[in-house]
């Protein structure tokens, strides 16, 4: 009889993905076993490239190849304003709109008393430095709408006031979304974000 040993592995460590659970990672790699020539063996190969090549961007925090990342390279970026990101799937979030057209900076988590986490562990010095020395003109905080977001938020905005014009994400009502659905929270930062017509 033989060992399914190395398909069990696969398997577990599939299923510490996130959004995945065991029985999710079983049908997945049953599927790449299935079709292993134009899945698995690519995949395989193209994970053992990213393994060698991925790294944080120095500058900002971004994941890429090289040292510095294309967003902080790119001239056409180097508008003066900076999007301030907890981690880098917020980014790729920002990117994927397509509405920003400046660089980024990835704090790499937010400011947590219980956790210990204070600006030293975050990349929140980086940032003062690089609002003088890319002479940025406007610092958009767009963290997570939670008391650990919003006190990283408050913190920012105190290290850097009257040295750059701080704004922050509009909160509220998602396009779509129906008042019935929202949590209370949202519906009272939409109330208080309110424009006129």
């Given at each position: 009889m033989s060992s399914t040993r190395d398909i069990d592995a696969l398997i577990d460590m599939m299923a510490r993905l996130p959004g995945l659970g065991p029985r999710s990672a079983r049908r997945a790699?049953?599927?790449?076993?299935?079709?292993?020539?134009?899945?698995?063996?690519?995949?395989?190969?193209?994970?053992?490239?990213?393994?060698?090549?991925?790294?944080?961007?120095?500058?900002?925090?971004?994941?890429?190849?090289?040292?510095?990342?294309?967003?902080?390279?790119?001239?056409?970026?180097?508008?003066?304003?900076?999007?301030?990101?907890?981690?880098?799937?917020?980014?790729?979030?920002?990117?994927?709109s397509g509405v920003f057209k400046g660089r980024y900076h990835v704090l790499g988590g937010t400011l947590s008393a219980l956790d210990a986490v204070g600006p030293q562990e975050l990349r929140i010095p980086r940032l003062i430095d690089r609002v003088t020395e890319e002479a940025i003109s406007e610092v958009i905080l767009a963290l997570n709408a939670t008391i650990d977001g919003q006190t990283t938020a408050h913190y920012i905005a105190d290290q850097l006031e009257g040295r750059v014009q701080l704004t922050s994400l509009a909160q509220g009502v998602p396009i779509g979304g129906e008042l019935d659905y929202l949590d209370d929270g949202t519906i009272t930062a939409a109330m208080r974000a309110r424009k006129s017509l």
């Open positions: 790699v049953l599927h790449l076993i299935r079709k292993r020539a134009i899945l698995l063996s690519p995949l395989a190969q193209a994970m053992q490239t990213v393994a060698e090549t991925a790294r944080e961007c120095l500058n900002c925090g971004n994941i890429g190849t090289g040292d510095i990342c294309d967003i902080c390279t790119s001239e056409k970026r180097a508008n003066g304003e900076i999007c301030v990101v907890e981690d880098v799937a917020d980014l790729w979030a920002m990117e994927r």
